[in-house]
């Protein structure tokens, strides 16, 4: 396969993702309760089990296993696992929160240039990986050729102001 650059699909973004789940019940009170997705209305077409949610730009969309008693469960949070990450406004906050909802976590960390970032992993009732973050302080630095990014506007905007007084 040749290599291509750029947008060879012209995508313009994330759409929704897949989770299959025991209990469409639960699941949908974790994603609401926990994570603050929202309940929207999905295709009556559809003729099997689940439920859309949207949140944060993306679609969550759950799908009821077949044999939900055959959903392998991870007991073990290891923030290696697959996961979706979301970043948050104030770590502690989220700290708390998790804490008040009695929900299990594991704390990690990551240095970079000077710069800290915390991470909270914990797991949805079928056992997949979420991570709560205050990623966007640390920069998008592409490999070659393109400019610095950052996942947040803000910091967008004041790693590009770095960006041209290093190259000045």
Not at 48 to 76: C, M, Q, S, V
Not at 77 to 105: R, T, W
């Amino acid at each position: 396969m040749k290599a291509s650059v750029g947008n060879p699909l012209h995508l313009k973004s994330v759409n929704h993702i897949s989770l299959i789940c025991a209990s469409i019940e639960q699941s949908i009170n974790f994603y609401q309760h926990v994570l603050g997705f929202f309940p929207i209305r999905r295709p009556g077409s559809l003729n099997f089990d689940g439920a859309w949610l949207f949140g944060y730009g993306i679609g969550l969309h759950l799908l009821r296993a077949e044999n939900p008693e055959n959903i392998p469960r991870k007991t073990k949070i290891n923030p290696k696992d697959s996961h979706i990450s979301f970043q948050c406004e104030n770590m502690g906050a989220v700290e708390k929160k998790l804490k008040e909802m009695d929900i299990d976590y594991v704390r990690a960390m990551v240095v970079e240039g000077g710069i800290q970032v915390d991470q909270l992993f914990f797991h949805d009732p079928d056992g997949f990986m979420i991570e709560i973050c205050n990623c966007d302080s640390l920069p998008v630095i592409p490999l070659a050729g393109e400019m610095v990014r950052s996942c947040s506007r803000v910091n967008l905007q004041i790693m590009q102001q770095i960006q041209v007084v290093h190259q000045l």
